[in-house]
């Protein structure tokens, strides 16, 4: 996603023209030109992931008036106490809620002591910390940390994954967070196994839009594996590119926001590095159409407390695939003929159910979950279930 891990990740693109110019149609015909109160069901910001304090605060002046959230995205920053109070005083200042980024390495003072102080500092302007990132494609790609590098099976790779990973990150969600007293959470930004990643303590995970990731396929994998575990799920927009200028058009960006609010994500964050200008690789178009986006939301506020029953794609379970082609491996260590009859399937169900698929796993511990999200379940196997 960035410098601390460049993937050149080619999800499968299955969005069939007639859908983009659908949802572009319904976009622009519902946008609005005036900013008003921010949308209370989603939290919409900028990352800054390069270490440079002055640019983190130009950044959020810029920004304060059509976005809510701000990331703090290198550990230059994060990792130093006095850069980090500086920013998100900063940002709490200007009415913006904050979640800085965090790499699991102590460089000073006690950290639980930070956490508990800044929390009855800022309140709730501190929403959580992003802790690490891209487990799931480190395991997927075999990248660097790769957390499972040899497993015996597929129950075997899925245990030592949630395994290896909660204690990768454990020391966020028990130690330094405390969730359950403090309130705040855990987030990570990935493009693979969510439902593992959600397994291992996250609260909340950013599903990458990057690259040509299809963006039906991780909004599916992301919102099912976040809705049956009862978790947050958000959409955090990427590189485009691996050359200037990195990113997509501005049009493209605020397709992909609305795409994302429409799906129902919580979070909406947009990645901004390198450092090639003082706002990174956002140009002022591309800050028109987050301004754009940010008075769509307020003309079409989505329905508090509602949620669509929507149909689900079983997935068998364990099974840890990137669902990028038959010959790429489950877990990142075995290629498996089934990989093809669920590419298959999944590709029909996304071009049919842009909006309303999901991709979860078959695990009797959400049994009932399931049961009250969906009206149709299509399992891998070929069984269909409408439950009452």
């Known amino acids: 996603m960035n410098k601390r891990t460049l993937l050149a990740v080619f999800l499968i693109g299955i969005v069939s023209l007639v859908t983009i110019v659908g949802f572009w149609w319904l976009s622009v015909e519902n946008s609005s030109t005036t900013s008003t109160a921010a949308s209370p069901d989603v939290y919409v910001g900028v990352e800054v992931a390069y270490d440079n304090v002055t640019s983190c605060e130009k950044t959020i002046d810029k920004v304060k008036d059509y976005t809510n959230t701000f990331v703090v995205g290198d550990t230059g920053i994060t990792l130093n106490e006095t850069k980090l109070n500086q920013v998100l005083q900063y940002a709490h200042d200007a009415g913006i809620n904050f979640i800085p980024f965090m790499w699991p390495t102590i460089r000073w003072r006690d950290q639980p002591q930070w956490v508990a102080e800044a929390k009855a500092k800022w309140g709730n302007h501190f929403l959580g910390i992003y802790a690490w990132d891209e487990a799931g494609g480190r395991q997927v790609d075999k990248g660097v940390a790769m957390p499972v590098p040899q497993a015996d099976n597929y129950t075997d790779a899925a245990n030592k994954y949630v395994d290896t990973l909660s204690e990768t990150i454990k020391h966020y969600s028990t130690y330094y967070l405390n969730t359950a007293a403090s309130g705040l959470k855990l987030f990570t930004a990935d493009y693979a196994l969510y439902w593992f990643s959600y397994l291992a303590g996250y609260d909340g995970i950013f599903a990458e839009f990057g690259w040509n990731h299809s963006r039906p396929l991780n909004v599916a994998l992301c919102r099912g594996a976040a809705s049956v575990q009862g978790k947050e799920w958000g959409v955090i927009i990427t590189w485009t590119y691996r050359q200037p200028p990195y990113i997509e058009s501005p049009d493209e960006l605020y397709y992909d926001m609305v795409y994302a609010y429409l799906s129902g994500a919580k979070y909406i964050i947009i990645f901004s590095y390198p450092e090639v200008s003082t706002y990174g690789i956002l140009t002022e178009a591309h800050f028109d159409a987050i301004k754009k986006f940010w008075d769509y939301i307020q003309t079409n506020p989505r329905t508090p407390g509602k949620t669509e029953r929507r149909i689900a794609y079983v997935m068998p379970k364990d099974y840890g695939w990137a669902f990028r082609g038959s010959l790429d491996k489950v877990w990142g260590l075995w290629v498996d003929e089934l990989s093809t009859k669920i590419g298959t399937d999944i ?31 299509m399992f891998w196997n070929g069984t269909i279930i409408e439950p009452p």
């Open 347 to 377: 590709d029909y169900l996304l071009h049919t159910h842009p909006l309303s698929l999901d991709i979860i796993y078959d695990d009797p511990r959400y049994y009932n979950n399931i049961r009250s999200l969906y009206y149709k379940l």
